[in-house]
């Protein structure tokens, strides 16, 4: 069948639109009307420049969204015809080492060579990003990527649970299991930042601190459950004295949702002696390093990786759309603007330019 799609052609070229042929669903495959996809900073890294080390092009972009089953392939026995779901970008197969040990949401699935391309353009094929391809009006994806939802919640809605609310909320809940009545700073008020201010606060942090260059994203963050909005240009080199004092000798909890060293330098830094916890979720660019003071980790602290925020993709993800109709998520406050397929390209110069929180296509 032939689908509207968005792709990159390889790095450093602008984002582009083109009719591409789209595989029907075949063993254990589900076809996927898109109704609903968020724009990511991870989309853009694979076509700014900023992540020099993907090769795998052309690629048909796209990882966050929510859309309807219209087909399904032999084999398949978990989603039929009408279902509403979320395609994840990490599988769940429910049958590997690491499915089975209940640490971890990372398959062994998703570390595998990848499965055939299902997207063509005049017989060259296009790979689909997380195998996923978010940004086309269709997608083929494997059973084991697809998470059945509800469906009594408003797909353009839902589809940024995805990425950003499974990230974020995942980190705080999952990841880092924030406690009761503990302080959270969280760096990068973004799509991902505004969800771990949210979790923290279902998890009943008693003080949780925004922290963003863009004054913006102020209201946002408030709305999402912070309890206070600090800008570091306010601040210059006295930033983590300020967040320290502020805590009451650093905070029990911090999460960087920026993707840069020194920001993460810095979560690390703001945590309290003795017990604080810095939880990494942004992806640096391609050659930056991580710069980090040895004795900072020597001191007690803890420094933790979050991806996808430790939440099983289909078994767990579901459960965040349920607290959404429950009123528990800010979900509606973290969408800034809604676009069509044909404006991707001024959706991401938004989100490059700190003006949006959540840019959603609606198809």
């Known amino acids: 069948m032939k689908v509207e799609a968005a792709f990159a052609l390889r790095q450093k070229t602008p984002i582009q639109l083109a009719t591409l042929t789209l595989e029907k669903p075949g063993e254990r495959e589900v076809l996927i009307e898109m109704k609903a996809a968020g724009l990511c900073h991870s989309d853009m890294m694979l076509f ?22 219209r087909e399904v392939g032999p084999g398949v026995t978990t989603v039929k015809p009408g279902d509403h779901v979320i395609p994840v970008p990490i599988p769940e197969c429910g049958e590997c080492t690491a499915c089975l040990s209940g640490k971890t949401n990372l398959c062994d ?15 060259k094929s296009f790979r689909s990003f997380c195998e996923l391809g978010t940004f086309a009006q269709y997608i083929t994806v494997r059973e084991m990527q697809v998470a059945k939802i509800r ?38 008020l973004g799509g991902i930042g505004l969800n771990v201010v949210n979790g923290a606060k279902l998890n009943g942090a008693s003080m949780i601190i925004g922290v963003d260059t863009n004054p913006t994203k102020r209201q946002a963050a408030f709305a999402a459950g912070a309890t206070h909005y600090v800008n570091p240009k306010d601040h210059g080199d006295n930033l983590i004295g300020v967040l320290k004092e502020m805590t009451g000798g650093g905070a029990d909890y911090a999460f960087e949702c920026v993707g840069s060293a020194k920001v993460l330098s810095d979560t690390v830094e703001c945590t309290r002696l003795g017990w604080g916890t810095a939880v990494t979720i942004g992806i640096l660019p391609t050659g930056e390093q991580l710069q980090l ?68 296509i609606e198809f």
């Not at 700014?48 to 089953?69: C, F, K, N, S």
């Not at 991806?307 to 429950?326: C, F, M, T, V």
């Open 48 to 69: 700014d420049g900023t992540r020099m080390e993907w090769q795998d092009y052309p690629l048909v972009l796209g990882h966050e969204g929510a859309g309807i089953v």
């Open 109 to 123: 699935r998703y570390y595998q060579p990848p499965p055939r391309p299902v997207f063509s353009l005049d017989g």
């Open 293 to 360: 003071r040895p004795r900072a980790i020597q001191e007690g602290r803890k420094l933790m990786g979050s991806y996808l925020g430790n939440i099983k993709s289909r078994s767990q993800l579901p459960i965040l759309a349920d607290w959404y109709a429950e009123g528990k998520l800010a979900l509606d406050d973290l969408i800034s603007h809604r676009i069509a397929l044909s404006e991707i390209a001024s959706g991401f110069d938004l989100l490059r330019d700190g003006k949006a929180r959540r840019v959603v």
């Open 151 to 188: 469906d009594d919640v408003p797909l353009d809605i839902v589809c940024c649970l995805g990425c950003a609310g499974a990230t974020g909320l995942g980190a705080a809940i999952f990841t880092a299991e924030v406690a009761s009545g503990s302080s959270v700073v969280v760096f990068g």
